[in-house]
């Protein structure tokens, strides 16, 4: 029995200490807890090591709009002449779900120097609309209207296309993605994009529709406005055939509306439109992803594209304890933000770092076009002679289909005494001669005999019954309860924060239609509603607790009525966004008179919104 109980308690504290070790690799899901139906949100996987084999589980219940978005992060600390490192990894998708009722997102998958981690489990409530259920009569007669409305609209007067530059890539090798608007009717505006799911690509950005060139083209005989909406650069991850799915947009369409009359005149003079929606959709589109040729170089860590290395380092004469950079420029066009970093075979008598990253290239049509900058910092520890092997660097060019090897030319580092009054062993060391354990017990083979009455414990009792025993079980308790007080703290911060914004909103919201009345008198047309539209989305963000790139009409709509907002003041408001929102793409409709209208009415809307909000 005796015996059993320090079994148990070895096996208790072999458990604690394989916990305490895989803490050091953190993988994370974070997302909202509460979302409403239709709202895009997104789930973002962190982890504090490169990673790579990212294994998402089933989101049956969801639909993924985007992602993953990866970024890097890194930092440095310098404390007393101890530097650590830190670096975060990001994974970011864009979801969204239709239907009400509370979801688990299971553990995603990661490996990390050949080990798998897993996220922890999710819990996601997607709430319905508040007032959906008794506008569901007025929906229906909006879709019966659309649809008569898109009646008089064919699939040859808009639809858009989505073009790849290339039907066959390889693995990590630039593919554009081109989306053109093909249109012969009169477009307001785009309510609603949903991009097809790029799982098995990583994406990057060139062009967005905030600066759409439009220009005319003949299809099947027949003349069209054309605008490139947008173009991405897809980077396959796996090989073989893969499928891109459609890309859809819901465009907001200006329809005349005409009314009964004997008058030839009120035909002449008619302006009345109104906004009806349509949703277009491309074909799909199949890309065959090869992948490397045979004769893959070792040293080969992903790189693709037409690079060039440069190696260099910052002093070959130091001291003992010294600090030396060495720097590693990797320049051309390819995929620098996808590459593993290039890993030097340094002696062992150096402290090494891991290397900090500067990228400074842009993303092109062409790959990603600049420099990766590595910068490794070492710190040598005994004196004498040394050589820092070449750096190889392996890239493929897809140009050519054949693999590149660049070798840098070997550093020859030369370390001096640093005059402390330590003693080293002179000579010429050199990776596989000396280890710093070798130089660090020459001289001490005989050890020093204890004299005296040493205190003797019985075999196997070194730690039961001990204070580390106890503190084994505390600390844990007691840095929980400090983690408790410090979140409480931050979330009564956060709460002071946008309770700041709130009460300051009205005065924000003032001074920014101050500033809009001087585009009035100057009769700056675009600035005065672009002002004007700023201050209106300013006062709702801080009053609604909601950043501005989450707010949308029908969204403001249906939360100020929540919040105790009159209809009338609410339906005031919309007009008033719909008019600056109109008036930002209808250069005619600059009058003075309309636009000081308007200013007295965004004055005196908000005055009554911040009395009728409840807080």
């Not at 905030?210 to 005989?221: A, C, F, K, L, Q």
């Not at 008619?270 to 170089?297: C, E, L, W």
């Not at 989450?550 to 009525?561: G, R, V, W």
């Amino acid at each position: 029995m005796h015996n059993l109980k320090y079994i148990l308690f070895g096996v208790l504290l072999f458990t604690f200490i394989g916990k305490l070790s895989a803490q050091d690799i953190q993988f994370t899901a974070q997302a909202k807890q509460a979302v409403l139906a239709g709202e895009k949100f997104q789930l973002v996987y962190s982890v504090n090591e490169e990673g790579s084999d990212l294994r998402l589980p089933p989101l049956a219940d969801f639909t993924v709009l985007m992602g993953p978005s990866v970024m890097t992060s890194s930092s440095t600390q310098i404390i007393n002449g101890s530097i650590t490192r830190s670096k975060q990894y990001s994974y970011t998708y864009i979801l969204i779900s239709d239907k009400p009722g509370t979801y688990s997102i299971d553990p995603a998958q990661i490996t990390v120097d050949g080990k798998k981690y897993s996220s922890n489990k999710l819990n996601i409530e997607v709430v319905k609309s508040a007032g959906a259920a008794t506008s569901s009569r007025q929906q229906q007669q909006q879709q019966e209207s659309a649809t008569n409305d898109n009646a008089s609209f064919t699939k040859d007067d808009l639809f858009i296309k989505v073009t790849n530059n290339k039907s066959s890539i390889y693995q990590g090798e630039p593919l554009v993605l081109t989306t053109k608007i093909y249109t012969v009717i009169d477009l307001d505006n785009v309510s609603d994009i949903k991009h097809p799911d790029f799982r098995n690509f990583i994406v990057q950005d060139v062009a967005d529709a905030s600066n759409i060139e439009w220009n005319y083209e003949v299809v099947n005989n027949k003349q069209y406005r054309v605008g490139t909406f947008e173009k991405k650069v897809l980077y396959a991850q796996n090989t073989g055939v893969q499928t891109i799915e459609p890309t859809e947009i819901e465009f907001l369409i200006k329809q005349r509306v005409r009314r009964r009359s004997t008058s030839i005149f009120d035909d002449f003079f008619d302006n009345n439109f109104r906004v009806v929606k349509k949703r277009v959709k491309s074909d799909p589109i199949q890309v065959t992803v090869k992948p490397y040729p045979a004769g893959k170089p070792a040293s080969f860590s992903g790189a693709v594209g037409q690079l060039n290395m440069e190696v260099s380092t910052s002093a070959n004469k130091v001291k003992v304890n010294d600090g030396i950079t060495i720097k590693v420029v990797i320049s051309g066009t390819g995929n620098h933000k996808l590459m593993s970093s290039p890993k030097f075979n340094f002696p062992s008598d150096f402290d090494v770092f891991d290397p900090t990253t500067n990228n400074n290239f842009q993303n092109t049509t062409a790959g990603m076009k600049g420099s990766k900058t590595l910068e490794y910092l070492v710190i040598p520890r005994f004196p004498g002679n040394y050589t820092i092997d070449p750096l190889s660097f392996s890239y493929f060019d897809y140009k050519t289909e054949s693999f590149k090897t660049i070798n840098s030319q070997p550093i020859n580092i030369e370390v001096e005494k640093n005059g402390d009054g330590q003693e080293y062993s002179a000579g010429t060391y050199s990776p596989s001669s000396v280890n710093r354990e070798d130089v660090r017990f020459i001289g001490k083979d005989i050890r020093f005999i204890k004299t005296g009455n040493p205190h003797l414990k019985p075999k196997g009792t070194f730690l039961f019954g001990s204070m580390l025993f106890y503190l084994g079980y505390i600390l844990p308790l007691l840095l929980l309860a400090i983690a408790f007080i410090l979140y409480r703290k931050r979330m009564h911060e956060n709460a002071n924060v946008l309770q700041a914004k709130n009460k300051r909103a009205n005065k924000m919201a003032q001074k920014r239609l101050k500033k809009s009345s001087t585009y009035l008198k100057a009769k700056d047309h675009a600035a005065f509603y672009d002002e004007v539209l700023r201050a209106l989305y300013t006062y709702l963000s801080d009053k609604l607790y909601l950043p501005v790139s989450e707010l949308n009409k029908d969204k403001i709509s249906l939360l100020i009525a929540e919040r105790g907002a009159e209809d009338q003041v609410r339906e005031e408001l919309i007009s008033i966004l719909d008019t600056c929102e109109f008036a930002r793409y209808s250069p005619g409709a600059d009058a003075s008179e309309q636009m000081d209208k308007l200013y007295q009415r965004a004055l005196s809307n908000i005055s009554k919104l911040d009395n009728q909000i409840k807080k």
